[in-house]
C-alpha cells in the first residue's frame, strides 16, 4: 500500500495534491515509538490475530475484497484490473 502509493504519486503527479500514509502494521510496531497506554491492547491484538487470525485473513483474501480495498486509494478506479488482483492473491 505504502509503496504503490508512493510510486502512483511519481507516475501520475498531476492526479494528486498530497499523499498521506497510515501503516497499521502492529507486527512492525518497535514498543519505544508507541505509546505505552496502547501497548497492552498491540501486543493483545498481536497475539490474537497470530493465534485465531487465519480465519479472518482467508475470510477476507479473496479477489471481491481485495479489489474493493484497493480501489478505495486509487483515483483511477479502472487501474484496479482482475490480473493486479490476481497477482496479489497468488
Given at each position: 500500500g505504502t509503496i504503490s502509493?508512493?510510486?502512483?504519486?511519481?507516475d501520475k503527479p498531476e492526479l494528486f495534491t498530497g499523499l498521506l500514509t497510515v501503516s497499521p502494521n502492529?507486527?512492525?510496531?518497535?514498543?519505544?515509538?508507541a505509546s505505552p497506554l496502547?501497548?497492552?491492547?498491540?501486543?493483545?491484538?498481536?497475539?490474537?490475530l497470530r493465534e485465531r487470525g487465519q480465519g479472518l485473513?482467508?475470510?477476507l483474501?479473496?479477489?471481491?475484497?481485495?479489489?474493493?480495498?484497493?480501489?478505495?486509494?486509487?483515483?483511477?478506479?479502472d487501474a484496479v484490473t482482475d490480473e493486479?488482483?490476481?497477482v496479489l492473491l497468488t
Open positions: 502509493s508512493l510510486q502512483a504519486c511519481l502492529f507486527r512492525e510496531l518497535h514498543t519505544a515509538e496502547a501497548m497492552p491492547l498491540v501486543k493483545t491484538v498481536q497475539r490474537l485473513f482467508d475470510a483474501a479473496n479477489a471481491n475484497t481485495v479489489k474493493n480495498i484497493l480501489k478505495e486509494p486509487y483515483a483511477v478506479k493486479l488482483v490476481d
